[in-house]
């Protein structure tokens, strides 16, 4: 749609404070995915190095009068980000896949019109299917999601007909963890998916066509992050062994 106003997309890297590395390392030994994707925002109730990031972009988001959109798949994420910054911003949400219809459009109304903006923190599922939030210009996508199709209807949600601003599309990644392992597997089935239907309509029409399983994804990312955790191991090990006595 040569309509919508220009949409912007800003891969956010931030390096996992040691609270963070290791709740991750503790849920890469423990075999745990889902923990694993998570743990750099619930590290043992220590502030993250993603979270620290997040209130940044909020923060300057709201200096600017832009209102924002939280989206993460998880509901103790969003909690999180709730807790973080209920103090110094409006905040409105969490909207769940187990908000009613009728509240989940009150509270999208309510996030819309208020005066002084504010932030609507809303699960990535729940926000992507049936709802406006063109009134905020801002997205911060707290982790990959498994289907990059969730994503694309999420971000939808904001970058569609009505919107009358520049769209800002944040996603917090942290650097050598679960997210830069699950956007390499992602990347190469998309990069399959191209070269076989480069030529179809279908390319740009089924964001869904390079979704993954998330059995797949999870024993792809899991095993890959045993072994280079494994083999940080092993280097610590011969590090000591050869150091001074």
Excluded at 84 to 89: K, M, V
């Amino acid at each position: 749609l040569t309509e919508l106003p220009e949409r912007i997309d800003i891969d956010e890297w931030v390096e996992l404070a040691h609270h963070d590395r290791r709740a991750h390392d503790r849920a890469v030994r423990d075999g745990n995915f889902m923990a694993l994707r998570r743990a750099a925002f619930l590290a043992d109730g220590q502030p993250s190095a993603k979270l620290e990031r997040l209130t940044e972009i909020v923060v300057e988001a709201f200096d600017n009068s832009r209102r924002v959109v939280v989206f993460s798949f998880f509901r103790d994420v969003l909690d999180t980000v709730v807790d973080a910054l209920q103090d110094r911003l409006p905040v409105f949400g969490p909207l769940t896949g187990s908000t009613p219809p009728d509240k989940r459009q009150s509270m999208i109304d309510k996030f819309s019109s208020a005066e002084a903006g504010g932030v609507l923190v809303s699960q990535v599922d729940a926000g992507g299917v049936g709802t406006n939030i063109q009134a905020a210009s801002v997205v911060v996508l707290c982790e990959p999601q498994v289907k990059p199709s969730s994503e694309v209807q999420a971000v939808a949600r904001v970058h569609r007909m009505g919107q009358l601003e520049r769209v800002m599309v944040h996603r917090l990644l942290g650097a050598d963890s679960v997210d830069q392992r699950m956007l390499a597997i992602l990347a190469e089935k998309r990069a399959t998916f191209d070269r076989y239907v480069r030529d179809s309509a279908v390319t740009g029409a089924a964001p869904e066509a390079i979704d993954v399983s998330e059995r797949e994804l999870a024993a792809r990312v899991i095993a890959e992050e045993q072994r280079l955790l494994a083999e940080r191991a092993i280097r610590a090990a011969s590090s000591a062994a050869t150091g001074p006595e």
